[in-house]
């Protein structure tokens, strides 16, 4: 029990911050703007750290019952701490173009960033880097069609028309999420896996993997999404009131939300690629790109029906260029079952771009 606990000390350390800052933050709102800033920053670094805990026991969890359902395990878990933040710096007034921006950031950062930046470290090491490209075809169009149905079409959309559209809109997602998911986990799962040579040598006893507790790592996953959320409750007010009048643009707190998220992804797809493993990374980046979009949007479209506020879901004529230049280039280069270094710089240039333009506040 000990050496669990000690495991877990940087839940138990975001659990802590947690129940110090809620009876503090009439305190932090109200000592001025780079108090408010600095411990919304703070609050984030516990937030990361317990998401990292989240993604931690999800792992296991995705070790313990492998590809695609792996994958599946861990995608899920990293879009359930995004929802989760969403809803409730939503339901404190937060921008209405929060959810465009942060699912918009979240599959730049999961394609452009972790896959750009993976496949670029990974065929550096390893020159071409196979996986199977059934999986990466099957993710991209999926991609498009959500992105476009949810955040392409609203903008034609007249506004006294919202609701009807929202409930169509959650409709559409949830049948091509059972669809996906039959597929993920049902006769076309092949489409999602890829056999690697195996390694010939023997194995020490010693080093077998320890048994892997399937009940208290499903209980400290769901106990790390409760802090998180509470977290989340007392971060967005302080972080808000400190970004207020600092000339930052609307879309960073976005970029935060989505890079929370997305931290613990970022280093199980950098090391599944150092070891030659491209097909994780291509689940981990395009599964947590789709999975965002697909999630996320009936969920928050659901959330602005029971409110009756709608939120501004269509892209911006930037944001659009950039999804549709980043699925091309997806399209061409997930094509062949090989990534290398060149395919990842392409991708890691179009990561650059889109940090340019959010601090240009395009």
Do not use: C
């Not at 942060?102 to 880097?129: F, P, R």
Request: proline share 4%; hydrophobic share 55%.
């Amino acid at each position: 029990m000990l050496t669990s606990l000690k495991q877990e000390t940087f839940l138990l350390l975001a659990l802590v911050a947690a129940l110090v800052a809620y009876p503090l933050e009439h305190v932090l709102l109200n000592s001025g703007q780079g108090v408010a800033l600095g411990s919304g920053l703070v609050l984030i670094g516990f937030i990361v750290a317990a998401s990292m805990r989240v993604a931690h026991h999800a792992e296991l969890l995705a070790e313990k019952v492998g590809d695609p359902y792996g994958t599946m395990i861990l995608t899920l878990a990293a879009v359930l701490v995004e929802v989760v933040i969403l809803a409730i710096m939503m339901s404190n007034e937060a921008s209405p173009t929060l959810v465009r921006d942060t699912i918009y950031s979240a599959v730049m950062l999961d394609i452009n960033g972790i896959l750009g930046l993976a496949a670029l470290m990974g065929g550096i090491k390893h020159g071409e880097q196979s996986y199977n490209d059934d999986s990466a075809r099957t993710y991209s169009v999926m991609i498009l069609t959500a992105m476009g149905v949810s955040m392409v079409v609203p903008e034609f959309i007249p506004e006294s028309d919202w609701k009807v559209y929202s409930a169509f809109t959650i409709g559409a997602m949830v049948v091509l999420y059972t669809l996906f998911l039959r597929m993920q986990v049902g006769p076309h799962s092949y489409f999602f896996s890829y056999s690697y040579p195996q390694k010939r040598r023997a194995k020490d006893p010693s080093e077998q993997a320890p048994a892997i507790n399937l009940g208290l790592s499903i209980g400290i996953l769901v106990f790390g999404v409760v802090v998180i959320g509470a977290l989340a409750e007392v971060m967005s007010k302080p972080l808000d009131l400190g970004l207020e009048g600092t000339g930052a643009p609307p879309v960073i707190t976005a970029i935060l939300v989505a890079a929370i998220s997305a931290a613990p992804e970022i280093l199980t797809a950098l090391r599944a690629a150092l070891a030659n493993r491209m097909q994780s990374v291509v689940n981990i980046a395009l599964g947590a790109s789709l999975s965002t979009v697909i999630l996320t949007v009936p969920v928050m479209e659901a959330m602005a029906l029971y409110t009756g506020q709608p939120f501004q879901m269509a892209m911006t004529p930037v944001q659009t260029v950039m999804i549709f230049i980043t699925l091309i280039v997806s399209a061409i280069n997930l094509n062949d079952g090989e990534t290398n270094a060149i395919e990842g710089m392409t991708h890691f240039v179009l990561f650059a771009t889109f940090i340019m333009l959010s601090l240009l506040g395009l």
